[in-house]
Each structure stands twice: as structure tokens, then as C-alpha cells.
Nanobody, 118 residues
Framework: QVQLVESGGALVQPGGSLTLSCVAS????????MNWYRQAPGKERELVAG????????NYADSVKGRFTISRDDAKNLVYLQMNILKPEDTAMYYC???????????WGQGTQVTVSS
């Protein structure tokens, strides 16, 4: 059974930093592209950042470029999202996503809440 479990969400002040983690089990982690998505109330889920298998390349939403960094540790089945200079508009539920484009498999975590407010 595949599981993705996010952690690290919290209430943080504007300008602050936060690191989200996602641990995966039940899959060959290194073969998956790992993504972070977010969804704010009343808005569609959007891709925040992604990192390909073996960390070959990363991509970011324009709104977070220069502030967020995605990384992965294949030995520990972990993917991280380092978030700096947080803004109120970053407030959302953040979801971990695993994709294997070769066979169309995709998995989601349950999400972790990030709230940026003073």
C-alpha cells in the first residue's frame, strides 16, 4: 500500500520560513517524480514545485521562484519543500504528489496546512 505522509505545516508570520517534509512508503521512490501542490480555500489546486527522479531537474511556479526550494533524499524516501520569505498568499493546504509518467501511476498525500498570518 502506497502512503505519502506530509508534515511541517504550521502558522508562521509573513517573511518567515518553513520546511515541509513528505515521507513515502510502498513504492520505489527513486523512480518517481515528486511534486508539491497547494490548494487555498475557493481556489484550484496548483503545482508549486516538482523534482524529477534522481533529482535531475526541478521546476517551480512563478509565484514561488526564488523563495521555495524542493529537494529529495532517495535513501530516506523523503521530499522536502523549503519555503522562505513566506507571504499571506502562500496560505494553503500543501499536498505531496508522486508521479511515474512511464506507467501513469500517481499518488497523493493527505496534506499539511500552512498559514501565513501576523
Amino acid at each position: 500500500q502506497v502512503q505519502l505522509v506530509e508534515s511541517g505545516g504550521a502558522l508562521v508570520q509573513p517573511g518567515g520560513s518553513l520546511t515541509l517534509s513528505c515521507v513515502a512508503s510502498g513504492l520505489t521512490f527513486s523512480r518517481y517524480t515528486m511534486n508539491w501542490y497547494r490548494q487555498a480555500p475557493g481556489k484550484e489546486r496548483e503545482l508549486v514545485a516538482g523534482i524529477t527522479s534522481a533529482g535531475g531537474s526541478t521546476n517551480y511556479a512563478d509565484s514561488v521562484k526564488g523563495r521555495f526550494t524542493i529537494s529529495r533524499d532517495d535513501a530516506k524516501n523523503l521530499v522536502y519543500l523549503q519555503m522562505n520569505i513566506l507571504k499571506p498568499e502562500d496560505t494553503a493546504m500543501y499536498y505531496c504528489n508522486a508521479q511515474r509518467t512511464s506507467n501513469g501511476l500517481e499518488y497523493w498525500g493527505q496534506g499539511t496546512q500552512v498559514t501565513v498570518s501576523s
